[in-house]
């Protein structure tokens, strides 16, 4: 029973376009969400996050939103950059730190 | 920022073999730390929470007396596969988050370990 949903496996975008990567959970339980970045070979890293009570956090070209009752958020990447391309993946947390990742989504960015 | 080292970051062994993993917060004190493994072209599935002084706690389906953590200090957590075999082999993935910085810090990981079962 997948929890945290990506939907989409890859996402190809024109470089300076804006990029959306969504995801979808079905526990209301979840109290935090995040994103992550991943290379091949490496861990991820993280990106940005946003807590269950708001429904948006911007850090410099990363929005998270959050629609709790549609259990949906999405991250928005403008401008997108060549350099933003790697697999994303969503986060929830819940139980005291514990991370449920969705399976993630392969972002390319073309110049 | 925070950084969470994790060594070897590839293992190639016989099966049989046991294998040690070591996860380290480099510049933050960390009580909990989780362990993580990902198959090719999957998500990553966490398999426990290791505790610093106390045992770990496993997710449903792990076998805990096959993988053996130890979080011996707050810097430092392991992991041993225990006799591994080729359905082992897998990327291994710790995290560990700061707490110091208050309860909202994200989980910061490690680089991985490639385990590599023959």
């Known amino acids: 029973d997948q929890q945290v949903k990506q939907n989409s496996p890859s996402l190809s975008v024109q470089e300076g376009r804006i990029s959306i990567l969504n995801c979808d959970y079905t526990?209301?339980?979840?109290?935090?969400f995040l994103w992550y970045k991943k290379y091949p070979a490496e861990g991820p890293t993280f990106l940005i996050s946003?807590?269950?009570?708001?429904d948006k956090n911007e850090d410099g070209r990363f929005t998270v939103f959050l629609n709790k009752s549609a259990k949906h958020l999405s991250l928005h990447i403008v401008p997108s950059q060549p350099g933003d391309s790697a697999v994303y993946f969503c986060?929830?947390?819940?139980?005291?730190?514990?991370?449920?990742f969705g399976q993630g989504t392969e972002l390319s960015v073309k110049p | 920022g925070a950084v969470v080292s994790q060594h070897p970051s590839r293992v190639i062994c016989k099966s049989g073999t046991s294998v040690k993993i070591e996860c380290r917060s480099l510049?933050?004190?960390?009580?909990?730390m989780f362990w993580y493994r990902q198959f090719p072209k999957q998500s990553l599935m966490l398999m426990a929470t290791?505790?610093?002084?106390?045992?770990?706690?496993?997710e449903q389906g792990v076998e805990k007396d096959k993988f053996l953590i130890n979080h011996a200090s707050l810097t430092l957590s392991t992991l041993t596969v225990t006799s591994a075999h080729p359905e082992d082999s897998s990327f291994y993935i710790c995290?560990?988050?700061?707490?110091?910085?208050?309860?909202?810090?994200?989980?910061?990981f490690g680089d991985g370990t490639r385990l590599s079962i023959l």
């Open positions: 995290s560990a988050r700061d707490l110091g910085e208050g309860g909202n810090q994200p989980q910061h």
């Open positions: 526990n209301s339980m979840f109290d935090y």
């Open positions: 946003i807590s269950s009570i708001k």
């Open positions: 986060a929830a947390r819940y139980q005291g730190g514990k991370l449920i």
């Open positions: 510049d933050f004190q960390a009580t909990t």
């Open positions: 290791s505790n610093e002084g106390s045992k770990a706690t496993y």
